[in-house]
């Protein structure tokens, strides 16, 4: 089983709802967020999948989140936009591109260096 990750890191604000804590108050995070797909044959290149091609899809799904107040997002209408959830979004939006050879496996969005959420079918 082949496995390959690709990461970046956006900035962006949220709340909260009904949680007792300190992200209820508007605050923002510079979340790391790591997409990974698996897979068994690689191309003639050697490759499970280009990692620019998963790049221009993770990216494109970025950038609606990069720079946003997460909570005005359609994608989080009644809904709190946790890590686990910005995950799940993430990964279904990038349901929507599949690849040949590469199956999507996980979501992981970082919230802070040691604390992280993981979103999978699996
Ligand atoms: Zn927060």
New binding site residues.
């Given amino acids: 089983m082949f496995e390959v990750r690709v990461e970046k890191t956006i900035a962006a604000a949220?709340?909260?709802f009904d949680y007792d804590g300190?992200?209820e108050s508007l605050?923002?995070?510079n979340y790391r967020i790591e997409v990974a797909y698996t897979g068994t044959e690689l191309d003639r290149f050697g490759m499970l999948v280009d990692f620019t091609d998963v790049k221009k899809a993770f990216h494109a799904v970025l950038d609606t989140l990069d720079h946003t107040y997460l909570n005005d997002l359609p994608a989080f209408a009644g809904l709190s936009p946790?890590?686990e959830n910005i995950a799940a979004h993430i990964y279904r939006e990038l349901k929507q591109t599949p690849f040949a050879r590469a199956t999507l496996s996980s979501v992981s969005v970082w919230?802070t260096p040691t604390q992280v959420a993981r979103y999978s079918e699996g």
Wanted: a neutral charge.
């Fill in positions: 949220h709340r909260l300190p992200c605050h923002g995070h946790s890590a919230e």
